[in-house]
């Protein structure tokens, strides 16, 4: 009796409103891409249990890959360079998800060959090394990956598809088993230096849920005055390491491909181009070519 109380009490607070906000810009203004409605599927009602949550998996996360010196320190130049685009991306993510306002950003860069990062709900991110020097990210391509990573986690993809497949068991997967999907943890992290990250269980995003993560990323990239042309190059490159390696990288597994997120981009370069010539305070008619940096394709 005592669990059936117990059940309809979660499903009574799993269902609310899904936040949507537009933000009011002068007519004739570029506005960027539209933002919709989120979905209404919500579980875990209870936002500071799941917040207490998201928080001790990370810094598990963290001392774990510190304890194997995977964990680059604070003052490490690249540390510095992450954290830098995060505030600048930063301010623009309340459009996308009010919360946001509310979240305890962090950036981390763990020591790691892999092609990989992730931003958890709540706004607690990592980079593992490997995306940085085998694609030679230049600044604007990191601002497209962490938006993109951000986009996830300000859309609660991670957590509409756990409220999707919680409806069946709400119960059991509440007691824990289910918990650590809400990680929102984008790629496949088998196979990383650290441990810690094995351990995180693997979410896969649905094709819709990456474009929007696309979107989200070039936006807030575009805003914050990094080029959403990057988005593009960023994809051609991940695509021509891919093929020098003779294997897909572990983000691109993950991740739908290459061709026609491409082709989705740039359907919508139109929107955010101006947006980001607005930042850089040029004319979107005389904005330079975008330059990516090379990569060693072998
Ligand atoms: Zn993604």
């Known amino acids: ?64 890959a510190q304890q194997k010196q995977a964990l680059v320190p604070a003052n490490h130049p690249q540390v510095l360079r992450l954290r830098a685009i995060a505030k600048r991306l930063i301010p623009y993510a309340t459009r996308w998800n009010p919360e946001a306002a509310r979240w305890q950003w962090e950036v981390n860069l763990l020591n790691s060959k892999q092609v990989n990062a992730f931003c958890m709900p709540g706004g607690r991110i990592a980079f593992f090394s490997g995306i940085l020097t085998q694609l030679n990210l230049t600044d604007d391509e990191v601002a497209i990956v962490m938006g993109h ?13 756990a409220a999707k497949s919680e409806a069946t068991n709400l119960v ?72 020098g390696q003779g294997q897909p990288l572990p983000f691109l597994s993950t991740h739908p491909s290459g061709d026609s997120r491409i082709a989705e981009m740039n359907k919508n370069m139109a929107l955010v181009l101006p947006v980001y010539a607005r930042a850089k305070g040029v004319n979107p008619n005389a904005l330079p070519a975008y330059r990516t940096s090379a990569v060693a394709t072998r």
């Not at 059940?7 to 002068?26: D, E, K, N």
């Not at 943890?185 to 990456?210: C, I, K, M, Y």
Request: glycine share 10%; hydrophobic share 40%.
């Open 172 to 243: 059991g997967k509440l007691a824990g088993a289910g918990l650590s999907a809400w990680l929102g943890v984008d790629p496949r992290l088998t196979g990383a230096a650290t441990n810690a990250a094995a351990q995180l269980t693997v979410l896969h995003f649905s094709r819709e849920e990456e474009t929007e993560a696309d979107m989200v990323g070039i936006d807030l990239a575009a805003r914050a005055g990094y080029d959403p042309r990057a988005g593009i190059a960023l994809w051609e490159k991940m695509g021509a390491v891919s093929q």
């Open 149 to 161: 990573e951000i986009g996830h986690a300000l859309r609660e993809h991670g957590r509409e598809r």
């Open 1 to 64: 009796m005592k669990t059936v109380k117990h059940t309809i009490a979660l499903l009574a607070l799993a269902v609310c409103a899904g936040a949507g906000a537009a933000s009011a810009q002068p007519q004739g203004e570029p506005d960027g891409i539209p933002v919709t409605r989120m979905s209404r599927m919500r579980v875990f009602s209870d936002p500071q249990q799941f917040e207490q949550q998201s928080k001790l998996q990370y810094s598990q996360l963290l001392s774990e």
